[in-house]
C-alpha cells in the first residue's frame, strides 16, 4: 500500500496552500524514515518535508515550483516490491468512472454564461430537471437558447417528437443490477445514447427509486409500466445481472414492444450465485468493509479503489441497505438464484445478444449456456461481473452492432415474420 | 373608497396612528411648520401641536434621537428629507438600532419608522436622486419596506408605526402625486413581508420595487403586445423578503426578472438574483435577468439621467433575454 508524503503541521496556521521548491530524491529511489525529501516554502519560512517511513519514493503530484495545498500528497512512498503503478490506482480520480464525454465544446458564444468547461452540456436547470424525469440524455438535443443553450422548450420539443428521435431510431431501455443505480450506465450513454433516448430507471429500492420491500414481481412491475408508457413502436432493452433478469421477463411479457435483447452476465439462468458478496454488500456500513466485496465483482481488485468505495457507501444509507437485503433475501435466499428464467431465455426468439465476463465471481458465465441457438454469445477474457464498467468500449461497440442489426432489419421484415410466426 | 394621492395616504396614516397611540411623534427637517418638502405631514402640526416636531439639519443625531426616543417608550416617526442622506444616519441603524434587542437580551424594543424618499427621474442630481435600498436592506435588524400604491402606502406606515422593530421606509419621489383607490374605513394595518402580484401573467416574472414596478407594469404591457404574459410582482417589503410570493411565481413562469432602481454591482437585484438562485434554482430556464442603474452617480441633465436609472423599456428587454 502506497504512502502519502504529506506537508503536515509544516504548513503553519492560516495555511492553505505551500510552494514546492526542491525534491532531494528522485522517483525510485531509496529512502529511510526521517530522510529529508523535499522543502516546501510557506508563508513565513522554507520547511524540510522527512519520509514517513522506509521505502521506494513513488509518484509524485507536485512538482518543484508548484504550489500545493497543505492536505494534499506530495508524492507517495512505495513499500518493497510494490508496483509503482499502484501508487497512482489509489490517487484520486484513477477508479472507473465516465469516460470524458465526446461531445466537442461548444464554440464560444456572447450568449453563453458559464458552460466554460469543455464538453459539458450548456441546458437550463429546468431543461436537466425535465429531461433527467424523462429520461432523455441532453448530450444529443441541440440547444435554441443563446449560445446554444438547452432549454425546456429544446427537451419539450425532443420529447413530443416521439422517443425514437432522429432518424427512427428506437429507445433504448438499461436496467441496472442489484445494489447498483442507473448511473452505471454513465459509461456507456455517451456512446449509445447518440441520436436515441435512452431510459434509465432506478429499480425497486435502488437509487433514485424508493426503498421498498417486495420481490421479482415488485421489481418487474414499475419497469413493465414504463415500458409501457414509451411512446415508440418498440425499445431496446439491455439489462445486467438482476436487470437482466428484469429485462428478459419484460421481453417475455411484451415480446412485440422488444426491439431487441442484451443480457449482461443476467441472473435467473441457474442457481448458482456468489452468496457472500450479496450479504457482504447489503451488510456493509463502511467503505472499508465494503470494499472488498466491491472488488470481487471486477476481474482487476485494483479498479475499485478507495475512493469508489466511499462514493459507492455514499449512496448506501440505512433505508436503501434494508429494502436491499429484504430484496435479496427473497431473490437469492440461501446463496441461491430463486428465479429461473431460463424457459424464457429458451423461447426468446427476438434479437438477442448475453455478454458475459470469463472472470465473472458472482454469476458464472456457463450459465449463459442455456441461451437458444440464434442468439449471440460475448464471452469477455479478463472481465469480471461488470463488462459494461471494466470494458465499456467493447460492451458499446457489441451494443451498437445489435441494436443497428435489429433496426436494419426494418418494420417490415419484422412484420413479415410475425405473420409467418403466425400462419406458420 | 376614495381616490386619493399618495402623500395623502400617508398622511391619512400619520394621523390614525397619532389619534389611536399618543406615544405616536413626527420629527424632522420642515416637518412641522412647512407640513413637509413633500407636502406628507401637512396639518399634522395644527392636529397634534408639539408632537409634530421641526428639527435642525443634522440626520446623524436625529436618528440617535429616534434610537433613544423610541427605547424609552414612545413611538418616534422620524423624515429624513432624502434617502441620499441615509449614510448620516447610518451608525445609528447599524450600530444601535439594529442590534440594542439584540446585545440586550430584549430588555428594549426600537419601535421606530424612518421615513425617507429616493430615486431619481425629475432631474435632481447625484446628491438627490440615488436609491440606497441595498445599504439598508443589508443590516440585519432593520425592516424595509417600499409600498407604491396609496392604500399599501397607508396600510403599510401604520403597521411601521405599529412595529416593535426598527422600519426603514421607503417613499419615491415621483409617487408623491400617484392617486389611488384607499378604503377611508379599513384601518387595519398592512402584514409587512407580504409582497403584492400587481399583474397576472404565465411566461415571465417581474420582480420590481417602488416606483419600478410601475415601470415594471409598462413593460409587461408592452410584453403582452407580442404576446408574451408577464407576470409582475410588487415586492413591498424588501426585508423580509416574500420568499413564497417568489419561488411560487418563478416555479410557474420558469423565467425572472429583477428590477430595483439602485445600482447594479452589489445592489438589491444581486440579492434577488442569488435568492432565486437558492430556492428556486431548478425551476429556472434562463438565467436572471438583472434590471438596475447604472454603476455611475445619477447625473442631474434628464437626458443622461434617463440612460443611467432603468425604465420600462430596459425591463421589457430583459424579459426578452430571458425568453430567448
Given at each position: ?88 490506482v ?20 456572447p ?18 430537471r425535465?429531461?433527467?424525469?424523462a ?11 443563446p ?77 413493465l ?49 456468489d ?13 472499508e ?12 481488485p ?19 441497505r ?103 | ?28 427637517e ?159 394595518p ?82 434577488l ?28 441633465a ?23
Amino acid at each position: 500500500m502506497a504512502t502519502p508524503i504529506t506537508i503536515g503541521a509544516a504548513g503553519g496556521e492560516y495555511m492553505e496552500a505551500v510552494v514546492v521548491t526542491k525534491w532531494h530524491v528522485r522517483r525510485g529511489a531509496r529512502v529511510c524514515a526521517g530522510d529529508l525529501l523535499a522543502e516546501v516554502e510557506t508563508a513565513k519560512a522554507v520547511t524540510e518535508v522527512e519520509s514517513p517511513c522506509d521505502g521506494v519514493l513513488g509518484e509524485i503530484c507536485a512538482g518543484e515550483g508548484d504550489e500545493i495545498a497543505v492536505d494534499a500528497p506530495l508524492g507517495f512512498l512505495l513499500a518493497d516490491g510494490e508496483d509503482d503503478v499502484a501508487a497512482e490506482v489509489d490517487a484520486p480520480g484513477s477508479t472507473p468512472g465516465p469516460p470524458p464525454a465526446a461531445r466537442p465544446a461548444p464554440a464560444a458564444d456572447p450568449g453563453a454564461r458559464g458552460g466554460g468547461q469543455p464538453g459539458r452540456v450548456v441546458a437550463s436547470p429546468l431543461a436537466r430537471r425535465r429531461a433527467g424525469k424523462a429520461g432523455l440524455d441532453l448530450r444529443h438535443l441541440a440547444g435554441s437558447g443563446p449560445g446554444g443553450r438547452i432549454k425546456r422548450r429544446d427537451v419539450e420539443a425532443a420529447l413530443a417528437r416521439g422517443p425514437t428521435g432522429e432518424g427512427g431510431a428506437l429507445p433504448l431501455m438499461v436496467l441496472h443490477g442489484f445494489a447498483a443505480d442507473a448511473t452505471i450506465w454513465s459509461a456507456l450513454a455517451a456512446e449509445l445514447g447518440r441520436g436515441r433516448r435512452l431510459i434509465r430507471p432506478d429499480l425497486l429500492g435502488h437509487g433514485a427509486a424508493a426503498p421498498a420491500g417486495g420481490g421479482f414481481e415488485d421489481v418487474l412491475a414499475p419497469v413493465l409500466k414504463a415500458l409501457d408508457a414509451v411512446e415508440a413502436p418498440r425499445v431496446h432493452l439491455v439489462g445486467h445481472s438482476l436487470g437482466g433478469a428484469v429485462a428478459l421477463a419484460l421481453a417475455g411479457r411484451r415480446p412485440a414492444r422488444v426491439a431487441s435483447l442484451t443480457l449482461i452476465a443476467p441472473a435467473g439462468l441457474g442457481a448458482e450465485i456468489d452468496g457472500a458478496t450479496i450479504d457482504g454488500i447489503c451488510r456493509a456500513t463502511r467503505p472499508e468493509s465494503l470494499l472488498p466485496w466491491l472488488r470481487r465483482l471486477v476481474s482487476d481488485p485494483q479498479r475499485i479503489g478507495d475512493d469508489y468505495a466511499r462514493a459507492a457507501m455514499a449512496g448506501r444509507g440505512e433505508a436503501v441497505r434494508g429494502a436491499q437485503a429484504a430484496l435479496a433475501d427473497r431473490l437469492f435466499p440461501d446463496g441461491t438464484q430463486a428465479v429461473d428464467l431460463r424457459s424464457a431465455l429458451a423461447d426468446c426468439a427476438l434479437p438477442l445478444r448475453l455478454i458475459w465476463g470469463r472472470d465473472d465471481a458472482i454469476l458464472p458465465w456457463r450459465q449463459a449456456l442455456a441461451a437458444p441457438g440464434h442468439a449471440a454469445l460475448n464471452l469477455l477474457p479478463g472481465v469480471g461481473h461488470m463488462p459494461h464498467v471494466e470494458a465499456p468500449e467493447l460492451v458499446a461497440r457489441l451494443l451498437r452492432e445489435t441494436l443497428a442489426a435489429a433496426e436494419a432489419m426494418g418494420e417490415a421484415t419484422l412484420e413479415a415474420e410475425a405473420a409467418q410466426w403466425l400462419t406458420g | 373608497m376614495a381616490t386619493i394621492r399618495y402623500a395623502e395616504a400617508l398622511n391619512l396614516a400619520l394621523r390614525e396612528e397619532m389619534a389611536r397611540d399618543d406615544t405616536v411623534f413626527v420629527f424632522g427637517e420642515d416637518v412641522a411648520t412647512y407640513g413637509g418638502v413633500f407636502k406628507v405631514t401637512q396639518g399634522l402640526r395644527d392636529a397634534y401641536g408639539d408632537r409634530v416636531r421641526d428639527t435642525p439639519i443634522s440626520e446623524q443625531t436625529l436618528t440617535a434621537m429616534a434610537v433613544t426616543a423610541a427605547m424609552t417608550g414612545t413611538r418616534p416617526v422620524l423624515e429624513i428629507m432624502y434617502a441620499d442622506f441615509l449614510p448620516l444616519s447610518l451608525d445609528a441603524l447599524v450600530n444601535q438600532a439594529s442590534i440594542y434587542h439584540y446585545i440586550w437580551n430584549e430588555q428594549v424594543t426600537m419601535p421606530f419608522v424612518l421615513r425617507t424618499q429616493g430615486g431619481g427621474g425629475v432631474g435632481t442630481g447625484a446628491q438627490h436622486a440615488k436609491s440606497l435600498d441595498a445599504m439598508v436592506a443589508h443590516i440585519p435588524g432593520l425592516k424595509v419596506v417600499a409600498p407604491v400604491t396609496p392604500a399599501d402606502a397607508r396600510a403599510l406606515l401604520k403597521a411601521a408605526i405599529r412595529d416593535p422593530h426598527p422600519v426603514i421606509f421607503l417613499e419615491h419621489k415621483l409617487l408623491y402625486n400617484l392617486r389611488g383607490e384607499v378604503d377611508e374605513a379599513d384601518e387595519a394595518p398592512a402584514e409587512i413581508g407580504r409582497a403584492r402580484v400587481a399583474r397576472a401573467g404565465r411566461d415571465v416574472t417581474i420582480l420590481a420595487t417602488s416606483r419600478m414596478v410601475l415601470e415594471a407594469q409598462k413593460a409587461a404591457e408592452e410584453l403582452a403586445g407580442e404576446g408574451v404574459s408577464a407576470e409582475v410582482i410588487d415586492l413591498r417589503s424588501l426585508r423580509p423578503l416574500d420568499l413564497d410570493a417568489i419561488t411560487a411565481s418563478v416555479a410557474r413562469t420558469n423565467h425572472a426578472v429583477v428590477v430595483n432602481e439602485g445600482w447594479r454591482f452589489c445592489g438589491y437585484t444581486a440579492e434577488l438574483a442569488a435568492t432565486i438562485m437558492d430556492h428556486a434554482f431548478d425551476d429556472l430556464d434562463a438565467p436572471v435577468e438583472r434590471v438596475a442603474a447604472r454603476d455611475m452617480p445619477i447625473p442631474y441633465a434628464e437626458t443622461l439621467e434617463r440612460e443611467v436609472i432603468p425604465d420600462s423599456a430596459d425591463i421589457a428587454a430583459a424579459a426578452r433575454r430571458a425568453l430567448a
